[in-house]
């Protein structure tokens, strides 16, 4: 998966090809325990999931502009429908910043 330089660098020490990025990481299924000491050590008291940080990505690329198609394949969906609940959180965010200014006298 192709990541920003930005992203590699937040990584650390970039490793052979084939290795894992989170070493301790060998089963996607125990990412919430090593989540849960990042979220604590980042001083975040908020309860925040693996999901949470999912839809946080795949609102952002949207925002960004990155289009929905890359936005599926980056996020490992077989049909770019899955995707589609993303699209609508920005269209919110678009409705709701499009009534955010009120001129007076008007």
């Not at 999931?49 to 925002?63: G, I, M």
């Not at 049909?79 to 993303?86: E, I, M, R």
Request: with cysteine.
């Amino acid at each position: 998966m192709p990541m920003s330089k930005q992203a590699l660098q937040l990584c650390g020490e970039v490793g052979l090809p084939d290795d894992l990025i989170f070493k301790n990481l060998t089963n996607p299924a125990w990412i919430s325990r090593p989540l849960k000491k990042w979220i604590e050590s980042a001083g975040i008291t908020k309860k925040i999931t693996f999901h949470n940080f999912r839809h946080t990505f795949a609102t952002l690329q949207l925002s960004s502009g990155t289009d929905i198609y890359t936005v599926s394949k980056m996020l490992g969906h077989t049909n770019v429908k899955t995707t589609q609940v993303y699209a609508k959180v920005v269209d919110e965010k678009k409705n709701k910043a499009s009534t955010a200014i009120h001129l007076k006298n008007l």
